[in-house]
């Protein structure tokens, strides 16, 4: 199965270069990036190292996703993020779950033994709190649902089909895929520091936006 890896990006010169270094190239067959216009010379960096780059026509995290999704050409596909927080070496664990038979897989931070190496006291209870009322009100039953690396059949983004353009994609894809009827799995995963730069994500904005995906469903 060929696999392509999606990775949204805005601003994150001082990070793009080692985190597609990292990823094994032996297991993907192709790598786009998605980059949101950033005036820090990103996407000239992901060009001359070679790699693929899309110029996000929408806005916000999920609308690259969106268009990464939509320009892969892969049997599985691969979201992660371009800050280097996500260990590529959880990747051939992923790819193998899907040929196993499941639909989506999701890398979690909470399962027994893993966590995170960049949470403070505040998002470590948001995630918490998110999570609980994503198992709560959807019945998703997942370990972290605000940890967007995962792995999915191409041919089901159809039945996914996640729409937000901003930060709560990240919990609209596993409840859409939950009610899609889709076979879910997670694996656990560390979460490491960004290598530079600083989050795009507002604490208070975008929890808010988040609750709201959660309790609305939109």
């Not at 656990?188 to 609305?216: C, H, Q, T, W, Y």
Request: glycine letters at 8%.
């Amino acid at each position: 199965m060929k696999v392509s890896i999606v990775i949204p990006s805005l601003n994150e010169a001082g990070c793009i270069a080692q985190t597609l270094s990292e990823i094994p190239k032996d297991l993907a067959d192709e790598i786009i990036v998605v980059d949101a216009n950033s005036p820090d010379g990103t996407a000239d960096i992901v060009r001359q190292l070679g790699y693929r780059v899309v110029l996000q026509k929408s806005k916000g995290f999920g609308g690259g996703f969106a268009e990464g999704i939509e320009a892969a050409t892969g049997d599985i596909v691969i979201l992660m993020n371009a800050d280097g927080s996500m260990d590529p070496k959880d990747i051939p664990e992923m790819i193998d779950r899907v040929k196993q038979g499941y639909d989506c897989v999701f890398a979690v931070r909470y399962a027994p033994g893993y966590g995170s190496e960049d949470d403070d006291l505040v998002h470590h209870v948001g995630n918490m709190l998110f999570t609980f009322l994503v198992n709560l009100i959807h019945k998703v039953f997942i370990w972290d649902a605000l940890y967007f690396f995962v792995a999915f059949r191409r041919d089901k983004a159809s039945q996914i089909n996640a729409k937000a353009l901003g930060f709560p994609y990240c919990v609209e894809f596993p409840i859409r895929a939950h009610k899609a009827g889709l076979k879910i799995s997670q694996v656990p995963s560390k979460e490491r520091p960004r290598i530079a730069g600083v989050s795009k994500v507002n604490a208070f904005v975008d929890g808010l936006k988040i609750l709201k995906m959660i309790l609305l469903g939109r």
